[in-house]
Nanobody, 127 residues
Framework: QVELVESGGGLVQSGGSLRLSCDASGRTSSIYAMGWFRQAPGKEREFVAALSWTGGSTYYADSVKGRFSVSRDGARDTVRLKMNSLRPEDTTRYFC????????????????????WGRGTQVTVRE
């Protein structure tokens, strides 16, 4: 089992920045990739970004490309999401995810592809 714990959410003005962190513990040697989804109440889960631990490939949703950046702290089992130029429509709960399986352009955006989910952290962007 792998446990994921997010931190770093909060309230920010439109145009501002936040950095989310996700600490993984447990059988982290089984992880192939980690990433982030977000979900607003009553809406579908939406892929945000992902990072393969092998090779370091990164993937981004079109809605965040150029504004968000996903990275890994190589010394720790931690993945970060740096969010710049935040917009009110980025307001929602962000979930850290991890998978034991390889990513491709189809599976990376599919929430069923991820084995482990954190509890989420709220991001609120004020106008």
């Amino acid at each position: 089992q792998v446990e994921l714990v997010e931190s770093g959410g909060g309230l920010v003005q439109s145009g501002g920045s936040l950095r989310l962190s996700c600490d993984a513990s447990g059988r982290t040697s089984s992880i192939y990739a980690m990433g982030w989804f977000r979900q607003a109440p009553g809406k579908e889960r939406e892929f945000v970004a992902a990072l393969s631990w092998t090779g370091g490939s990164t993937y981004y949703a079109d809605s965040v490309k150029g504004r968000f950046s996903v990275s890994r702290d190589g010394a720790r089992d931690t993945v970060r999401l740096k969010m710049n130029s935040l917009r009110p429509e980025d307001t929602t709960r962000y979930f850290c995810v991890a998978t034991r399986w390889a990513l491709n352009s189809i599976t990376v955006v599919t929430h069923d592809h991820y084995d482990y989910w954190g509890r989420g952290t709220q991001v609120t962007v004020r106008e």
